[in-house]
């Protein structure tokens, strides 16, 4: 049976008596409401692992004051249950007041790798998240941690502060999981009504084309860029916030396609500000 704790007082608990036991742990950082994308990293981490345990948490300090905080989507009934289902065996809760107790005044912050995406137009986003996946590597001392390539930049910013940081933890990366028509899964796409569900098949549209014109050879960073973005205004609904070619490892903008290159692009439709990427593997 699965437990639910709400403080970090007894998730060190329980992680005490799993390593005592001998136990390896494996954590699955989350803001909850939990698709078929998170379960992919559960299910990797439960088969690593003795133990797993999925946190919950809708971490206010990586939203700017514009963003979508009050309104993203909550459930925690439905969480446990797909956690459960999936072989976890803790899931972490915390109230903000529980992560951040008055007076709370310190932060892990990068320079490099967030200056570029989403690290533009959400000037604050990666200090919060370096700082809240810190603390919870430190409340549950894993010995893996589970990311999605989903969002590709953040695990390329985490890898580069465990490194950074000498953090005991091996991140791992877990490749992106689709709808049937291909939008990438993701708990934002809630907000999207009929019409603009069906704009929204531009990014996985436009990522599908850029990466059979990338195996054709392109090379050409820019060209890439451009065609992309054509390619997303096409669609009325489709704004763009950047379409962008970086190496992978630095977050540093690219002229030329190659191995380890990330192509990545955020794109509201309507209201919604939805991501999507891919990385080109091989030479
Ligand atoms: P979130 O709850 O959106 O903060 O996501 C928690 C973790 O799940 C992050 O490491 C995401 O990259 C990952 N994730 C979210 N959506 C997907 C997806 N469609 N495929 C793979 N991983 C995902």
Redesign the pocket.
Known sequence: MIKVVHTIDEVRKQVKEWRQEGASVGL???????????Q??IKRSVEDNDKTVVSVFVNPMQFGPAEDLDSYPRDLNADTKLCEATGADLIFNPEPEEMYKEGFCSFVDMNGPTAELCGKSRPIHFRGVCTVVSKLFNIVTPDRA??????AQ??SVIKRMVTDLNVPVEIVG?????ENDGL????RNTYLNEEERKAALILSKTIFMAQKLVEEGMKDANELISVMKKNIESEPLAKIDYVQVVDFDSITVKDTIGANTLIAMAVYIGKTRLIDNFIVSGN
Request: proline fraction near 7%; include cysteine.
């Open positions: 699955v950082p989350t803001m909850g409401y939990l698709h078929e994308g998170h992919s990293l589970y990311f999605g390539q989903k969002d953040q695990l877990c490749p992106i999981v689709r990438a899964k993701s708990s």
